[in-house]
């Protein structure tokens, strides 16, 4: 069964920068399109950023300017660069594939955007 694992969370200020990293214990990063997701508390899980297998990205108008999505298919991993965040970017965030079936959903990473 394929485990996706995230991390790179924590507090930061607005405007500050974080970068999430999302594992996955088999290689699949290059079969599908991928995506990340996040849900603020009391809300429901959006979908934020996705990158295709060919590498075409897409976002959500949220974070459009200020996120980038990327992949390393060799190792295995893909992440977010998140830069400018704003309180409104506090969720925990999730990565998986960008269309149904979904892998089962790991425990996510806590960004918390505050002064």
């Known amino acids: 069964q394929v485990q996706l694992v995230e991390s790179g969370g924590g507090l930061v200020q607005p405007g500050g920068s974080l970068r999430l990293s999302c594992g996955a214990s088999?290689?699949?990063?290059?079969?599908?399109?991928m995506a990340w997701y996040r849900q603020a508390p009391g809300k429901q899980r959006e979908l934020v950023a996705v990158?295709?297998?060919?590498?075409?990205?897409n976002y959500a108008d949220t974070v459009k300017g200020r996120f980038t999505i990327s992949r390393d298919n060799a190792k295995n991993m893909m992440y977010l660069q998140m830069n400018s965040l704003k309180p409104e970017d506090t969720a925990v965030y999730y990565c998986?594939?960008?269309?149904?079936?979904?892998?089962?959903w790991g425990q996510g990473t806590q960004v918390t955007v505050s002064s």
């Open positions: 088999v290689s699949i990063f290059r079969l599908y399109s």
């Open positions: 990158i295709t297998s060919l590498g075409i990205t």
């Open positions: 998986n594939k960008a269309q149904i079936p979904y892998i089962s």
